[in-house]
C-alpha cells in the first residue's frame, strides 16, 4: 500500500494563533492519541473515529488541526525528540576524547528511555515504520539517520587518521549504531532473558557505559587490524627480521 504522494503532500491547516488552552488541550490529545494507537497498530489499521474516541474530541478536530489522518501522523512521527543537529553535536566536536565521543552518541540513543512512554513510543513507532513504510521513513533516513551516520564517520576517520571513509569504517559506524538500536528493538527480549537490568532509570545509565566499553573496544580492534595491515609481510622489520 503505498501512501507517498498523499502523505507527503498533506496539508497541516495553521489553526487561529489565538487559542484556548481547551483547544491546545485537544491538539495535544491527539497527537498522545495518534503516537498511542500508530505505534501499536500501525497507520493503516488505525481509523480516525479510534483516534478521536481515544483523544476524547470530535472527529472533525483531526482535519482542523491536521488535516487529515495522514496530516496527523506526519506530525507525530516528524515531532522530534531532540533535533537532528543537536544529536550530532554530541559527538562531532574533533576535540573531544573518543570516549567522551561515544558517550555523546549512546545518549542519542538511550535518553529517551529516560524520558518516559511518550519518547519510548516515539521510538517505537520509528522501528513500526520501517516495517510498514509509508514514505515518511525515507525523509527520516535522508534528514536524521544519514547525518548522524556521517558524523560517526568522520569521527571515526580521525581516529584511524584516514583523509577518506572506506567500506570498513562504514561498517564500524553501522555496528555502533547497531549498539544504541537494539536498546529499544530487544528491550523486551531482554527484560525476559536478563530481568532486572532495565528495573530503573539508573539502569540506563549502566547500560550506557556498558555501551561506551564496547564501542572503545571495537575501535580499538579495527585500529589494531589497520596496524596489522600495515606491517611489511615478514614483521616490523621485513625481510631483514630474524
Not at 85 to 108: H, I, K, M, N, T
Not at 173 to 197: E, F, I, K, S, Y
Not at 208 to 236: D, W
Amino acid at each position: 500500500m503505498s501512501l507517498r504522494p498523499p502523505f507527503q503532500e498533506a496539508r497541516i491547516p495553521v489553526p487561529n494563533p489565538v487559542l484556548s488552552t481547551a483547544a491546545d488541550d485537544a491538539r495535544d490529545r491527539l497527537v498522545v492519541a495518534g503516537l498511542n494507537l500508530f505505534s501499536q497498530q500501525g497507520f493503516a489499521n488505525t481509523s480516525t473515529r479510534e483516534l478521536a474516541e481515544a483523544a476524547k474530541v470530535n472527529i472533525s478536530a483531526i482535519s482542523y488541526y491536521f488535516g487529515d489522518k495522514a496530516g496527523l501522523y506526519r506530525a507525530v512521527f516528524l515531532e522530534p525528540l531532540d533535533s537532528t543537529q543537536d544529536d550530532v553535536d554530541r559527538y562531532s566536536a574533533p576535540s573531544l576524547p573518543l570516549a567522551q565521543a561515544l558517550e555523546g552518541f549512546f545518549s542519542c540513543f538511550l535518553e529517551p528511555l529516560k524520558q518516559g512512554d511518550r519518547a519510548r513510543l516515539s521510538i517505537k513507532l520509528r522501528f513500526r515504520e520501517m516495517l510498514e513504510p509509508t514514505g515518511l521513513w525515507e525523509e527520516e533516513m535522508r534528514l536524521g539517520i544519514k547525518p548522524m551516520h556521517d558524523a560517526m564517520v568522520e569521527l571515526l576517520c580521525r581516529q584511524f587518521q584516514l583523509e577518506h571513509a572506506d567500506a570498513e569504517v562504514h561498517r564500524l559506524a553501522v555496528c555502533l549504531a547497531g549498539l544504541g538500536v537494539h536498546m529499544h528493538v530487544g528491550r523486551d527480549c531482554t527484560d525476559v532473558v536478563a530481568p532486572g537490568l532495565n528495573d530503573d532509570l539508573e539502569a540506563v545509565d549502566l547500560w550506557s557505559q556498558c555501551l561506551v566499553r564496547c564501542g572503545l573496544a571495537m575501535v580499538q580492534a579495527e585500529k589494531s587490524r589497520r596496524q596489522l595491515l600495515a606491517l611489511p609481510p615478514n614483521g616490523p622489520l621485513g625481510a631483514n627480521a630474524s
